[in-house]
Structure formats: structure tokens, C-alpha cells
């Protein structure tokens, strides 16, 4: 069991930069691979990126690839968000999500555990 909790979303201007964060409970966070999943109202909750259990390997959906980067301390059972040059078309709420066999990262049917989301809205 591992349980996810996500902070660092807000309100920030086109343009902007905003870093999420979600920090897992447990012992055994390197042991997980984790993603980072967004929804907005009416809307499937989409991928936005992923990371191997030691950090190595990421994954980027074409829509933020070269602005959101991806990363994780496994010392201190955070994984990260930065999340530059946002859009309006990046609001939506945030959800950090983990799992120890998931094989199809940008699958969210893949997950087990899931945080509770952090809202990120960007205005033009």
C-alpha cells in the first residue's frame, strides 16, 4: 500500500512556471514506477508523464513534451512536476499515481493508487 499526496498547484499567468510535488508514504517508493495524469471537467483524466523506478527512463505526452519535466528523489519519496511555459489548455486538476508492475505507463487503467489531484489553473 502507498498512499500519494500532491501539492504545488495555484493560479499562474501564460507563460508561467509552476512545480508539483507529490510525496508517497511507505518504504519501498523506489520500487514504484510513477506517473502524472491530468483532468478537467467532462474529460477523461489524460497521461502527461511518467518515470522508471530509478529515474533513468521518462515519458512525456507530445502536449507538454519540451515544456514539463519530470523527476524523482527517491530518498525522499517525492516525485516532481516542473511544469514551464504553461498554457491555458494546461488547466486541470494534477493527480500523482503509482505502481509497482504497470508496464503501459500512459495507461491509467494501470495504476493502483492514486493521490487526491491538485488543481492548476493558468490564465491568458
Known amino acids: 500500500q502507498v498512499q500519494l499526496v500532491e501539492s504545488g498547484g495555484g493560479l499562474v499567468q501564460a507563460g508561467g512556471s509552476l512545480r508539483l510535488s507529490c510525496v508517497a508514504s511507505?518504504?519501498?517508493?523506489?520500487?514504484?514506477?510513477m506517473g502524472w495524469f491530468r483532468q478537467t471537467p467532462g474529460k477523461e483524466r489524460e497521461f502527461v508523464a511518467a518515470?522508471?523506478?530509478?529515474?533513468?527512463?521518462?515519458s512525456y505526452a507530445d502536449s507538454v513534451k519540451d515544456r514539463f519535466t519530470i523527476s524523482r528523489d527517491n530518498a525522499e519519496n517525492t516525485v516532481y512536476l516542473q511544469m514551464n511555459s504553461l498554457k491555458p489548455e494546461d488547466t486541470a486538476v494534477y493527480f500523482c499515481?503509482?505502481?509497482?508492475?504497470?508496464?503501459?505507463?500512459?495507461?491509467?487503467?494501470?495504476?493502483?493508487?492514486w493521490g487526491q489531484g491538485t488543481q492548476v489553473t493558468v490564465s491568458s
Open positions: 518515470i522508471s523506478r530509478t529515474g533513468v527512463t521518462t
Open positions: 499515481a503509482a505502481d509497482r508492475y504497470v508496464s503501459r505507463w500512459r495507461d491509467k487503467s494501470a495504476y493502483d493508487y
Open positions: 511507505g518504504r519501498t517508493f523506489s520500487a514504484y514506477v
